[in-house]
């Protein structure tokens, strides 16, 4: 089955700073790729999301690449904000199927 | 807007106890799934379901079950609650059969078990 591993589990940035999120894949048939952000006593919510016959997708100060030669796939935030504290999951899977894979999660904390 | 309901935020049983976790959509949707958040380990799943009285395993589906007997209400299910149980549960939903679907989530249930 998918695999999906996700780095670093925890990323400190100061306010106003880019962070990046590394997540790889193992199952070559993925396709769809999202990435949730979990506040504080919420479920996970969609944040942004890439298929795979596109190389990058932006969503104001969030963006998201993918490489499928390599099998990666990465969430990039500019000019961070307190707000954007939260535990953020990457995903991955595959058209026609109900089953979504999630990584481990990285706690991202935006230091004002 | 979406919304995912589950039955309590905060749950305490002890072990042995037969625990009902449950969760109600409001949107028709047709997936809906069951989930455990641990802490290093990411969101796993228990189990699914594409349709009323369908079900399928997820990646752990060992001590648990599930209900659907309507569209909008999923049930999950510890027969014997056992203190390797307590977790964070998570609801979700999504619209139609095929994957590629944005997924709802419930806000979670913190189960303890004792």
């Known amino acids: 089955g998918e695999n999906v591993e996700q780095h670093p589990s925890t990323l400190s940035v100061q306010e106003g700073d880019s962070a990046v999120i590394k997540c790889t894949y193992s199952?070559?048939?993925?396709?769809?790729f999202p990435w949730y952000k979990q506040e504080l006593g919420k479920g996970p919510q969609l944040i942004i999301d890439i298929r795979s016959n596109v190389g990058e997708k932006k969503d104001q100060r969030i963006a998201v690449t993918l490489n499928k030669t390599a099998k990666h796939f990465s969430l990039h935030i500019t000019e961070t904000q307190p707000e954007d504290s939260a535990v953020y999951f990457c995903a991955a899977s595959r058209e026609g199927y109900q089953k979504v894979t999630f990584g481990i999660g990285t706690k991202l904390q935006v230091i004002p | 807007d979406v919304k995912v309901t589950q039955s309590s935020r905060y749950l305490v049983k002890r072990t042995g106890e037969k625990v009902f976790l449950e969760c109600v959509q409001d949107m028709d949707h047709e997936n809906m799934f069951w989930y455990r958040q641990d802490p290093g380990l990411g969101l796993r799943l228990i189990y699914f379901s594409y349709d009323v009285k369908m079900k399928e395993k997820g990646d752990i589906p060992e001590g648990y079950s599930v209900s659907r007997e309507k569209k909008e209400r999923f049930s999950l299910i510890l027969e014997s609650a056992s203190t390797n149980q307590t977790s964070m549960y998570l609801c979700?939903?999504?619209?139609?059969?095929?994957?590629?679907?944005?997924?709802?989530f419930g806000p979670g249930t913190r189960l303890t078990v004792l």
């Open positions: 199952d070559s048939a993925s396709n769809y």
């Open positions: 979700a939903s999504s619209l139609v059969r095929f994957a590629g679907n944005e997924q709802f």
